[in-house]
């Protein structure tokens, strides 16, 4: 699986952008895919994760409200939409894809096996 994650930019606060993680490959119902970000000087967090197949959706909870993820089995493609973005919301955003993961490790970036290249978010104030 081959992941491009492109859709950051430079946006004011309380504005919104909408992240998109295209994957190729043919096996991307069977993936859970999630997003993760990381700050200057920070370690990288998570912030969202779906299975695909039965599109179940978990966040963290800095996010939760804020951020939605979904997914588009057609085309291979899942969506992060950001609202009422902070500062603090400002990071390279990465998508990872696994196809066993397990829920306790969702959480976790190194059980993801696959990811794509980081897309910058920039929150102003």
């Known amino acids: 699986v081959q992941l491009q994650a492109f859709g950051g930019g430079l946006v004011q606060a309380g504005g919104s952008l909408r992240l998109s993680c295209a994957a190729s490959?043919?096996?991307?119902?069977?993936?859970?895919v999630a997003w993760f970000r990381q700050a200057p000087g920070k370690e990288r967090e998570f912030v969202a994760a779906?299975?695909?197949?039965?599109?179940?959706?978990y966040y963290a909870d800095s996010v939760k409200g804020r951020f939605t993820i979904s997914g588009d089995s057609a085309k291979s493609t899942v969506y992060l939409l950001m609202n009422d973005l902070t500062p603090e919301d400002t990071a390279v955003y990465y998508c990872g894809a696994d196809s066993s993961i397990i829920l306790s490790s969702i959480r976790m970036s190194q059980q993801y096996h696959y990811w794509g290249l980081g897309t910058l978010v920039t929150v102003s104030s």
């Open positions: 490959g043919r096996t991307f119902s069977r993936q859970t």
């Open positions: 779906i299975r695909v197949s039965g599109r179940h959706t």
